[in-house]
């Protein structure tokens, strides 16, 4: 990294992602030993296990309707390419193999299902955004 003057990195595939960072102890020579720390940089690793896209509303809401939650951090499509309709709008009624939308993460278009049956109620998140880890997309009232 200090060779060729990088300074963070971050890489994510599937359901694996690494981040370095360089500097953080001030950027200076290096101790001795081989621990990362000390070195300077910082290495984060999500885990292995994603949890389900669906989940319930936090006790706040007051509606029984569930959110598609992105299981990625990327940039949401709502539709195939910009020429064609989107994947699902207020009203559609969806199945668990229903396609809501695109998430692209790293130049990877990765198609995300419904995973619940039900009506979409509400779009979350507006076409060509960025979504994060977790975000609710859209809300769908079970059927």
Known sequence: ???????????EKQDFKIKLKRGLNGGGPANQNDDPQSMGYAVQMAPQSIPLAISAP?????????????PMIGTLYRAPSPEAASYVEIGTEVNPDTVVCIIEAMKVMNEIKA???????????????????GQPMFKLRPT
């Open 58 to 70: 936090s006790p706040v809401a007051t509606s029984s309707d569930l959110e598609i939650r992105s």
């Open 1 to 11: 990294m200090k060779k060729n003057s990088i300074s963070e990195f971050e890489m």
């Open 115 to 133: 995973e619940a049956k039900g009506i979409i109620t509400q779009v979350v998140v507006e076409n060509a955004k960025p979504v994060e880890f």
